[in-house]
């Protein structure tokens, strides 16, 4: 399989629940990215990783948790959430950080109840 | 702090009618631009980047832009669109040297047949 890929792609969760999101890139890229997409509101970058660092973190609240194993892999580690951080979480993929086209997986679309 | 603008939310066009999306950012330094696209179902994916050089670029599909450093714009155009294009549009930024990326709110092109 090719691309980025996303799993799982729907998930329903309580706020005292413990879940993970898992993404997974077969392009050989050295970048990944974890992006929040909301209702009417911009993409927002959360994490950015660079060869298995985290390089970036915008403020995202603790109660989210990346990891990333290997240049292939990367998770999102959730746990007591609050209802806003229901959306849509991305991952992507890019060669290097910069000018590099990103590319995007399909996706976990995350309902907090 | 760094911000993207996309002024046009919703467009609709008649197909063969010309396109242009408008994109300002506000980021004094030097900075990497991109727009992508999110087709209905699909992923987002790149449909032309800015990084250096001419500053009219080429992408896919027909789509161009023009980035404008002294407006601090890069719109998307595209002479005649067809049903196809039907998509939501985003433009993105990254300040050069660093990890952020910054997307818009998106626009989303509807072309009637």
């Known amino acids: 399989e090719t691309g980025v890929t996303q799993t799982p792609r729907h998930l329903v969760m309580g706020m005292t629940n413990k879940k993970s999101l898992k993404c997974e890139q077969h392009l050989g890229h050295n970048a990944m990215y974890w992006y929040k997409q909301s209702a009417k509101k911009p993409l927002e970058l959360m994490f950015v990783y660079s060869l298995e660092e985290r390089v970036e973190n915008n403020s995202v609240p603790s109660r989210f948790s990346p990891e990333c194993p290997n240049s292939s892999h990367l998770f999102l580690h959730l746990h007591t959430l609050q209802p806003e951080d229901s959306a849509l979480y991305l991952c992507?993929?890019?060669?290097?950080?910069?000018?590099?086209?990103?590319?995007f997986g399909p996706g976990t679309r995350l309902t907090v109840t | 702090a760094q911000s993207v603008s996309q002024h046009n939310h919703h467009v609709i066009l008649s197909e063969a009618a010309s396109l242009e999306l408008g994109c300002n950012y506000s980021?004094?330094?030097?900075?990497?631009l991109f727009w992508y696209v999110q087709y209905p179902g699909q992923h987002l994916q790149l449909l032309l980047k800015?990084?250096?050089?001419?500053?009219l670029v080429k992408g896919i599909k027909g789509f161009e832009a023009e980035f404008i450093k002294s407006k601090f714009s890069f719109n998307l155009r595209k002479p005649s669109v067809q049903w196809s294009d039907t998509a939501e549009y985003f433009c993105a930024v990254n300040a050069s040297g660093t990890y952020k990326y910054i997307f818009g709110t998106g626009t989303r092109l509807k072309v009637l047949a």
């Open positions: 980021y004094g330094g030097t900075v990497n």
């Open positions: 992507a993929s890019s060669q290097e950080v910069g000018i590099y086209e990103q590319y």
């Open positions: 800015y990084f250096s050089g001419d500053p």
